[in-house]
């Protein structure tokens, strides 16, 4: 179109009264005039009324601050007209107020009104790749990576790890498209490794790495994904070498610095890290995530010392960081020093720490004489995290249940679903401690639970698990397994379960598979036992007796091996 509609309303508010028509001829006061209106069509590049009231409602709706309104007036016409400057400028005002949603319903408008500007198509794909909705920004994505100043390429490297493996292979394809025609671009040879990584190709990655590094030796990025790929395959000499001779390059990388850091005490080059470190935090002395980082760093390689001179320095610093003080005492435990570590623990107060530190603090009073201080340190972390009490019951009742108090667990556990009869977390947890001496009131608790929560992988789990185990409700407890496992295909409890139903059900080919998928993931003595029995069932006495002896050589007196033995006629 010639024209844009808001360059026409603009002409309209300029000329303003004088170009409409107007009839100087009076008309009699007792003369009918006919007032109705033709209806409204809408023509391309041209204005109507309702265009006309819709676009200057909204102007004047911003101008007093009712953006919500303007924005729903341009949205509106901008489905209405497909005109370029009327979406762009509803794409202006969703930006304004951070409403994802219209930004990427007003520039679609723009994208498909606009196709040679790549804006809108910026926009969409960088909204989507945030979102994490890489198939939608796919499209997009096809014209704006062609344009080698755009940084879709850098955005979708800060996104690999979050994209599903097969959307990954689409990506790829993508890439390898456009590097044909510009193998130059430093920016898609690392996009490239980082998408082979996510599809777990590691010598493809490699290759992208090296192919960007022959046209920009020491580019940091580059640099940084080669040599930790590296250090995964356990070739720390050549990580270090690399990463060094970049800084030399890039001496104000702090990025590089840091990993040439943890490289040098991977190496076992203590001092040397260690003097790095100093530097850098002599020149970033604000930066306190960065002294933890390398608090914490000296912590792993038990460089003690220099860990607790670190966080206490660091504390002198931050002194309301509670989060120092749960480093402060893992240092301490990690030393045996149990009264300084439970002192450090007591003091986390909040942030995500705070449940941690309590565990830690139970770990330490591991004996059933320790009852009371157990009972006070989680009484007073209820008072001062209230919104945390479901978790901190759970906490103190998995410690009775440890030490042999399991009557005073369930007590617990049943005075708090008095005051909070539908708390799932509390039931599913009572269910499980009901175990194995009261399955029906296993069951009872997970039925509620589930009732109150249907859709919850964990509960149709456990329930489908408790009735292939209590009763013969074989089919309902596959029915909620499988709507379990539709959710979570991976879980080894849900695929363990999987496979125990079905050798229940005389599916035993069927149960082989999954009982196989659970056990490597998950070689636990449940799993174990469960596939003994298959593999015997199916004849494989050989390979069943020999899982039996392995485990059995680690554990002799496990209730599920025993079991396992007695049901095969082993011993």
């Not at 690999?160 to 689409?170: F, G, H, L, R, Y």
């Not at 590691?202 to 994904?225: C, H, K, S, T, W």
Request: glycine share 4%; charged share 20%.
């Amino acid at each position: 179109m010639n024209k844009t509609l808001l360059g026409l309303l603009a002409g309209t508010l300029l000329t303003g009264c004088t170009g409409l028509p107007h009839d100087s001829t009076e008309t009699s006061t007792h003369e009918v005039v006919d007032l109705s209106l033709p209806e409204v069509s809408y023509q391309p590049g041209e204005l109507n009324r309702e265009i006309l009231f819709d676009l200057l409602s909204a102007e004047m709706g911003g101008h007093y601050g009712r953006y919500d309104e303007a924005l729903a007036s341009y949205i509106k016409q901008a489905r209405l007209t497909g005109d370029a400057a009327v979406a762009e400028r509803a794409t202006r005002i969703a930006q304004f107020m951070r409403d994802s949603e219209a930004v990427l319903s007003s520039a679609s408008i723009w994208a498909e009104a606009a196709p040679h500007n790549s804006e809108p198509r910026e926009l969409l794909a960088g909204i989507l790749l945030h979102e994490g909705r890489f198939d939608e920004a796919l499209p997009w994505l096809e014209s704006v990576l062609s344009d080698s100043d755009s940084d879709a390429a850098l955005l979708i490297s800060s996104q690999t790890e979050s994209i599903d493996p097969n959307v990954a292979s689409q990506y790829l394809n993508l890439l390898n498209t456009i590097i044909q025609t510009q193998p130059d671009r430093t920016d898609l040879h690392l996009a490239l490794g980082l998408l082979h990584l996510r599809v777990e190709n590691p010598n493809a990655a490699m290759q992208a790495f090296d192919r960007g590094l022959a046209i920009e030796p020491y580019q940091p990025q580059l640099v940084m994904q080669k040599a930790e790929l590296l250090r995964k395959q356990n070739r720390i000499d050549q990580a270090l070498q690399l990463v060094s001779r970049a800084v030399l390059r890039h001496q104000h990388n702090n990025q590089l610095q840091i990993q040439q850091a943890q490289l040098l005490m991977l190496s076992g080059n203590f001092s040397r890290a260690e003097l790095m470190m100093t530097e850098l935090l002599e020149l970033r002395p604000q930066d306190t995530q960065l002294h933890l980082y390398f608090a914490l760093l000296l912590l792993d390689h038990e460089r003690y010392e220099a860990s607790r001179e670190l966080l206490e320095a660091l504390q002198q610093k931050d002194p309301q960081n509670s989060e120092v003080d749960f480093y402060l005492g893992h240092l301490a435990q990690q030393r045996g020093e149990r009264d300084i570590a439970l002192l450090h623990y007591s003091a986390v107060n909040e942030g995500s720490t705070f449940l941690q530190a309590q565990a830690r603090s139970l770990e330490l009073l591991n004996s059933a004489t320790d009852r009371q201080r157990v009972e006070n340190i989680l009484s007073e972390a209820i008072s001062r995290q209230p919104g945390l009490r479901t978790g901190l019951v759970i906490m103190l009742a998995e410690w009775y249940k440890a030490h042999n108090l399991k009557t005073l667990a369930l007590q617990r556990l049943n005075s708090e679903l008095q005051h909070a009869p539908n708390d799932t977390r509390l039931l599913y947890t009572r269910a499980l401690f009901h175990e194995p001496e009261q399955p029906q009131q296993t069951l009872n608790d997970l039925r509620r639970a589930l009732e109150l929560d249907p859709t919850n992988p964990m509960y149709q789990n456990a329930l489908g698990y408790t009735l292939t185990q209590y009763t013969q409700h074989y089919e309902e407890a596959h029915h909620l397994i499988a709507q379990a496992l539709a959710q979570q295909p991976d879980d080894p409890a849900t695929l363990d379960s999987m496979g125990w139903v079905l050798f229940k059900l005389k599916r035993t080919e069927e149960a082989l598979s999954f009982l196989q998928r659970a056990y490597a993931a998950y070689p636990d003595t449940e799993v174990a036992g469960h596939l003994i029995r298959v593999l015997d069932k199916l004849e494989r006495r050989e390979e069943a007796v020999e899982l039996l002896e392995k485990h059995l050589q680690a554990a002799p007196d496990d209730r599920h091996l025993l079991d396992a033995a007695e049901q095969i006629g082993a011993f």
